[in-house]
C-alpha cells in the first residue's frame, strides 16, 4: 500500500504514529487530522443532519467518553482498533469545548470548537486558484477576517488503497493540514470558488451561522481519480477511457483514496465541484465521464454512512479552447437528477470566459460570478427553496435583508419539437423573457471573423444535426439561419437551410468557447445541449392519473395494520437527506436482506421530500431530490411486493419547515390517494394549526375512508401524539391506527428507556381491534434505532425485545443496505417478532413489586396461544442477577418450557421452581423468554 505526497512518498505501514497521528507514538487513542483545535463540526440545526466524532484505540473494547455541549457519548474500540458516536446535539456557536475520555488510557480536549455549516470542495485547477488571483480577490481578501469562518486545506496525497488520514502539511499552499479560523493571510491562499460559494450563500440567506470549508482538490486531475474503485467497475462496459497519461496521482482512485477517503467520517452539509478540464485534455468520451461521474457521486455518499445523500453543486465547464470541452459540458449535463441520480445541481458558466487570464485562458478569473452561480443552485438543491419563492438578500455581514424572489437556474429545455422539415420549437423551463447576448471576451476571441457589431450576430448557437447522438462527436451539423421568441414566453423557433432537412436533433452552444448564449430574464445562461427532436405528431394527454395497478377495486378492503406495522422509516438515518435514491434502495435491501419475509413491508419516507404548492393547493415532492415526484417511487416499492408510506404534519409546517397539511388535509390525502400510498405519519410541528389535535384527526380520518373506499385497499394513519389514556386515550384509536406516546428517540439507552416509561403509561389503549375501519390501534415508541451508531450491540438487543414486547410498531431506523451482520441478525429473528405480532395484541407491561417502567425488572405479557411472554431487564449500569415470580409473569401451573427467544434454545428451570432467573445478567441486557405451560 502506497501512499503519496508533495512531502514524502512510503509504505503507509512504515509511517509513525507521531507522522499520521497528532496524539505521537504514546496514544492510546487518536483522530486523523479533520479533529483539532478550531474544527467546524456540521450543526443539527442545518437539515438535522447529526455529526459524527470518530477515532482509533490501541485496545479492542476500550471505553471512549465523548462530552461536548454538556452530553457525554459513550463507545468503546472495536475489533478493527475504530470508534465512533454519533452526536445527538451540536448547535450552532462557537468557542466549545470537545473533549475525550477513557477511563485508563490518554484524554484528547480541541479548543475553539464550532458548529455550523460543513462543505467539502473539489476537482481540479478551477477549485485549486486561490482567492488572490481572480477578480475582486483584494476586496474579498480584505474582507476576510471571519472568526465564525473554518477554512481546512486537504494536503495533495495520493494513495493506492483508502485512507484514514492525510500528510500534516500542504507544500503548495504551505497551509498545515489543520483547521484554520478565517483570515485575511489564510483566505488568500484558499480555493476562490470554494470560499466565493460559501460567501454568496451566507448572502443569500442572511445568515450569520459558522461555516466550515473543507478544500480537496488537485490540478490537472481526471475525474478517474477522484473516484472509488466501486464506481470505475460500475462503469467497466461503458466506452471511452483512455490509459493514464501523465503523473501518479492520474491513477483509477488516487485521489480519492488520499484525499476523500479520511473525510468520510465526518458530517457535511454539500459538495461543491468544479472540474472536467483534464478529461477534455484526455480525450474522455461523454458516455464514459458520465457514468464514472455519475457513480463517482453516489458511491461518495455512501461512504459518508449515516448521512445520507448530501446535496452535490458542480460547475458545467466555462469557456476556453481546449479542443473538445462540449463532450465534458453534454456528460455534465446528463448529471442532472433523474432517477438513479438525486439532489444534484448544475451551475452553468460558458459564458465566463477570460482569454487574458494569467495562468491561460482555462483558468478563468471570473470566479466571483461561479461562486454566485453555484450558491443560487445550492438555495435551490441544498435549502430546497424553489424558483420565484422569497430568500432574504443582504450585504454581509449584518445589514437589514431585503427580500427577493430566488432565480436559481437560466433556461432549462424541455422539449425540443419539429415544426417544419427544416424548423423546430424549443420549449424551456425558466425561460421567460429569453434573449441571445454576447459572452465574456467573445469579441477577442472572434477577432476579425467577425463582421457585425456583435457576436451574435455571427455567431450561431443553434445547430439542426443528424447521426446517433450517443456519438456527438460524429454528427453532422448545419447552422440555423434564424432564432426567434415563440409563441409563448417559455419558448424559441429556430430555423435552418434546405441542408437541414432529415435533421433528428439539435445542439446548442456547442463550442468550446461560446460566443453568444440564450439568457432568461434573471441573466442566467442556458447550459450546453444536445437533444432528439420529437415528432410533430400528436400526442394523446388525459388530465386523469393513471390507474395504479394495485388500485383494482376491491369489494371488501382490508382492515388496516390488524398486527403494529413492520418496515422501515428513513428520518433516523438520513434525516433531510433523503431521495429517491436512496428510498429504493431502501426497498430492494428490505428483500435482498430477506428481512421483508420476516414481515417488513412498509417503506416510509419522513420529512423532506415536499416543497412548496401548486396554484391549486396540490403539494408537491422536491424536484432535486425526487425529479420524477413520488409517484414512481411507490409504484416500484409495490413492484417489490412492499408498500409506501409517506410524511406530513397537521400544522402550517412540518417540523423542517417544509408545507404542512393544515386547511389542505383532504386534498393532500387525494394526492397520496392518487399516488397509492398505504400508510401515513402524521406529525405535529410548526406554524398555525387546528385548536385541538382530534380537528385535524377527524379531517384526514374521513378523507382517508373516502380514498379507501375508492381504491379497495386501505391505508394506515399514523399520528403524533397522545400520551394520556385518560383524555386522547379514550378516543384516538378510534381515528388512529397508530400514535406516538413520546419523544422522538436518539440512539442512546437513556433515550430508549425515556420512551419504554411513555409507551407504557399507555398500554391498555392498545389492541389489535376496534380502530379505524377495524383494524388495530397501537401505542407508538418511535422507530427503532438498531443499527445507528451510538447503542451497543446489546443495548440494540434490548432496545428491540422492549419494542417487540410492547406491541409497538417495528420500523427500522437505519440504512438497511449497510447493515451489520450483527445488527441484521438483531432485526431479523423472528422467535421475537413474531411476539410483536401476536393476535392477542397485548402490550407487554412490567410486573411484580417495581413496575417503574425506567428500572422495573421482571415483564409480562400475554400470547394468543396461551403462552407468556418474559423480559428479564437489568437496567442498571453493573451486572446484576435478576429473578422474577411466575405468578407475577401470570405463569400459572406446571410450566412446560422456557425458551430464549435471543439464544433459540430452552433455558433448564428446575421442576416445580416459582421463579426464573437471570444470573449475572449484563449492563442494560435482557433475557426475553417465550414461557409454555
Known sequence: MRLHSELFWTPLALLSAACMFPGGTDAKIWQNRLYSDNMMFESREAYDVRPFVAGFGDTTGEAVSVIFQGHTYPTTVGNDGKWEVQMNSCNVGTGLTLKITTPTSNNLSYANVACGQVFVCSGQSNMELPLSYVFNG????????????????????????????????????????????????????????????????????????????????????????????????KCADTPGEPAINGT??????????????????????????????????MHTSQQRYACVFGTMINDWRDAWTGIGDFPFVYTQLAPYRGGAVSIIRLAQADTQPHIG??????????????????????????????????????????????????????????????????????????????????????TFDFGEGMYMNDTHDCEIYSNELLEGDSCCSEYKMFEFCTGNTSTPEALVCVNMTDARAGPDNSS???????????????????????????????????????????????KTTTDVLPV????????????????????????????????????????????????????????????????????????????????????PLVDYVHSLGLKFGIYTAQHEFTCQTRPGSWQHEAIDVQSYCEWGVDYIKLDQ????????????????????????????????????????????????????????????????????????????????????????????????????QVGNIGLSLTEQRTHFSLWAFMASPLLIGCDVSLLSDD????????????????????????????????????????????????????????PLTISCNLTDLGVHGNMKQAF???????????????????????????????ISV
Open 685 to 784: 410541528c410548526r406554524g398555525r394549526s387546528w385548536p385541538t389535535l382530534n380537528e385535524s384527526w377527524i379531517k384526514f380520518r374521513a378523507a382517508i375512508d373516502t380514498c379507501t373506499q375508492k381504491r379497495g385497499f386501505p391505508m394506515v394513519l399514523s399520528v403524533e401524539s397522545c400520551d394520556d389514556p385518560g383524555a386522547c386515550g379514550q378516543w384516538v384509536g378510534q381515528l388512529a391506527n397508530l400514535w406516538r406516546t413520546g419523544g422522538d428517540i436518539q440512539a442512546d439507552f437513556a433515550s430508549v428507556m425515556h420512551n419504554v416509561a411513555a409507551n407504557t403509561k399507555m398500554a391498555a389503549v392498545a389492541g389489535p381491534k376496534g380502530g379505524p375501519q377495524n383494524g388495530g390501534h397501537w401505542n407508538d415508541a418511535d422507530m427503532l
Open 548 to 631: 395504479n395497478s394495485r388500485q383494482q377495486v376491491q369489494p371488501a378492503p382490508k382492515p388496516p395494520a390488524v398486527t403494529p406495522p413492520m418496515g422501515l422509516n428513513s428520518w433516523n438515518s438520513f434525516h433531510c437527506n433523503v431521495d429517491e435514491r436512496k428510498m429504493r434502495a431502501m426497498a430492494d435491501a428490505l428483500v435482498a436482506t430477506g428481512l421483508s419475509q420476516v414481515g417488513y413491508e412498509y417503506v416510509n419516507i419522513d420529512d423532506c421530500w415536499q416543497v412548496m404548492r401548486s396554484a391549486n393547493g396540490t403539494i408537491n415532492a422536491d424536484p432535486a431530490r425526487f425529479p420524477g415526484g413520488i409517484r
Open 341 to 426: 441520480l438525486d439532489t444534484t445541481g448544475m451551475a452553468v458558466t460558458i459564458d465566463l470566459g477570460d482569454v487574458h487570464a494569467p495562468d491561460g485562458e482555462v483558468h478563468s478569473r471570473r470566479k466571483e460570478e461561479v461562486g454566485y452561480r453555484l450558491a443560487l443552485q445550492a438555495l435551490h438543491v441544498l435549502y430546497a427553496i424553489q424558483a420565484n419563492q422569497t430568500i432574504e438578500n443582504t450585504d454581509y455581514p449584518h445589514d437589514t435583508p431585503t427580500p427577493v424572489p430566488l432565480f436559481y437556474s437560466g433556461p432549462v429545455l424541455r422539449s425540443a419539437t419539429q415544426l417544419t422539415a427544416t424548423s423546430a420549437k424549443l
Open 823 to 878: 445488527s441484521k441478525t438483531i432485526l431479523g429473528n423472528s422467535d421475537v417478532t413474531v411476539i410483536n405480532q401476536d393476535a392477542l395484541g397485548i402490550q407487554g407491561i412490567p410486573v411484580g413489586s417495581n413496575t417503574d417502567p425506567g428500572t422495573a425488572p421482571c415483564w409480562a405479557k400475554r400470547l394468543a396461544n396461551g403462552d407468556v411472554a418474559a423480559l428479564l431487564l437489568n437496567t442498571g449500569d453493573a
Open 492 to 538: 424559441v423557433i429556430v430555423s435552418a437551410g434546405e441542408e437541414a432537412k432529415g435533421f433528428t436533433s439539435i445542439r446548442y452552444a456547442y463550442a468550446d468557447f461560446p460566443l453568444c448564449v440564450l439568457y432568461n430574464a434573471h441573466g442566467l445562461p442556458a447550459g450546453t445541449f444536445l437533444a432528439d427532436v420529437e415528432s410533430v405528431s400528436p
Open 138 to 233: 483584494t476586496e474579498e481578501i480584505a474582507a476576510a477576517n471571519r472568526p465564525d469562518w473554518r477554512l481546512f486545506r486537504v494536503p495533495h496525497v495520493y494513495a493506492d488503497e483508502p485512507q484514514d488520514d492525510m500528510p500534516a502539511f500542504d507544500s503548495d499552499t504551505h497551509l498545515p493540514a489543520t483547521w484554520l479560523v478565517s483570515n485575511s493571510t489564510i483566505a488568500a491562499k484558499f480555493s476562490a470558488t470554494c470560499y466565493l460559494t460559501a460567501r454568496h450563500i451566507e448572502t443569500m440567506l442572511w445568515s450569520n451561522a459558522p461555516f466550515g470549508l473543507i478544500w480537496a482538490s488537485w490540478g490537472g486531475t481526471r475525474v478517474a481519480a477522484w473516484t472509488p474503485r466501486t464506481s470505475i467497475k
Open 248 to 281: 501518479a496521482q492520474q491513477g483509477y482512485s488516487a485521489l480519492y483514496n488520499g484525499m476523500i477517503h479520511p473525510l468520510t467520517k465526518f458530517s457535511i452539509r454539500a459538495v461543491f465541484w468544479f472540474q472536467g478540464e483534464h478529461d477534455v485534455a
Open 900 to 930: 430464549d427467544v435471543w439464544a433459540h434454545k430452552p433455558i433448564a428451570v428446575p421442576a416445580g421452581a416459582t421463579t426464573v432467573t437471570a444470573r449475572n445478567l449484563d449492563s442494560h441486557d435482557v433475557l426475553f423468554l417465550r
